[in-house]
């Protein structure tokens, strides 16, 4: 079962792994983007475990809810409402269970996943974080690392791709080519659930 210490965990990790490949994202939002993508999420995930620390949420709804809060209000770019989206929505998916069974949790995050997918716009293949997501979510039901290659993959496979959203829409053809920021944060994100829970 996963408690409200592992999902504390898992946004310490995401943290943690967007501040030390920041600058990566961001290189990666250059081509296509306004190069901002790492400081928009360093920026993020600083202010939710800081104020995970403040705010101690005792259910893994309560972390998530509060995370995703947070990156909406914290993150200026089009990723922090998508973000903040897909944990807010998870966690009141998960509701006020104290533990809930990894079984729940891919549930709830699909939940958290189609959320995004109707706020963005996105489908599969338009060279966004989804292309990550939902892969992820797809292989969930095999565990933590299933889906974190799953995300790995998804966003690699960004690269061929012409952005249809977002933008790097904006470039039109001249998006291909180019790996994804967003898709690559969110395989950083989906990579931190197996350091959470020790795999
Ligand atoms: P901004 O583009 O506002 O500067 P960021 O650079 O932080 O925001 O985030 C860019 C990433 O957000 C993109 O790489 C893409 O993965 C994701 N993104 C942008 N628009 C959408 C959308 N409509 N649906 C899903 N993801 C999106
Ligand atoms: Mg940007
Ligand atoms: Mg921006």
Known sequence: MLDADFFRRWMTAT????????????????????????????????????????????????????SG????STVGGASGPLYGTLLRRTGKALGDAAEVSEAEFATAFRTGVEAVMTLGGAAPGDKTMIDALLPAVDALGDGFGAARTAAEQGALATTPLQARKGRASYLGERSIGHQDPGATSAALLVAALTEAHGD
């Open 15 to 66: 943290a943690a792994s967007v501040e030390r490949e920041a600058d990566r994202l961001t290189a990666l939002d250059s081509p296509i983007g306004d190069a901002d993508h790492g400081s928009n999420l360093r920026r993020g995930f600083a202010a939710v475990t800081a104020t995970l620390e403040k705010e101690a949420p005792d259910t893994p709804g309560g972390v998530l809810t509060v």
């Open 69 to 72: 809060r947070q990156l909406i």
